[in-house]
Every structure is written in C-alpha cells, then in structure tokens.
Nanobody
C-alpha cells in the first residue's frame, strides 16, 4: 500500500493541527495503521495506532488525552487530531501501515510494512 501524509505546519504552543494519511494500492481496511514521529537526532517513536475497524486505539503516554487517531476506511484515510500542542511535539510525523494483523497495534516501527513520506510539525513556544 502507498501512503501519503499531509497536514503538518507551524503552530503556536497550545494550538491544534489535524494530520491526514491517504492510502492507495491495496485494501486499506486490511491494515493496522499507526502514526509515528521523529525529531532531529532521535529515533522514530510511536505516537498512536488504530485497528482495522477503528474499534481499538493505542496512544503513547506523552500524547494521551491530547491526540486522537481515527480512520475512515471508505476514504482510505487515517487521521491524527493533535490538540494542546507542545514544543516537544515538534517532529516529522509519519503514517505507517501494518498488514497481517487486524487487531494488534504494534509500537515498534520495524513492524510496519509501508510508510508515508512524512509531514513536518513545528510547535513554537
């Protein structure tokens, strides 16, 4: 599956952004989807994940209560609503797709088969 992420930008602390990731090429509903981020000099880290039906989600502790992941299988899209943004949320955000498991949300990047190109999120203080 091919992924394209967009929606990043520059926002002040406390602001909001909504990231989108659109998939093409395969049956989107077969994939567990995840959002990850990578700040300069750091490893890619898990942010949020969602099962194929959207019934289950998982969040990193650092974003819990501020970020919401959702998906629309009819539109082949997954979203990340980010509220109450902090400067430490600044990173390139990537969406990932994992095949072969409808119900398990993996937090390790190596478990994901396909990646979007990334979208920059910058939060100013």
């Amino acid at each position: 599956v091919q992924l394209q992420a967009f929606g990043g930008g520059l926002v002040q602390a406390g602001g909001s952004l909504r990231l989108s990731c659109v998939a093409s090429g395969r049956t989107f509903s077969n994939y567990v989807m995840g959002w990850f981020r990578q700040a300069p000099g750091k490893e890619r880290e898990f942010v949020a994940g969602i099962t194929w039906s959207g019934s289950n989600t998982l969040y990193a502790d650092s974003v819990k209560g501020r970020f919401t992941i959702s998906r629309d299988n009819a539109k082949n899209a997954v979203y990340l609503q980010m509220n109450s943004l902090k400067p430490e949320d600044t990173a390139v955000y990537y969406c990932g797709a994992r095949s072969g498991s409808y119900y398990v949300i993996e937090v390790e990047p190596v478990r994901y088969d396909s990646w979007g190109q990334g979208t920059q999120v910058t939060v100013s203080s």
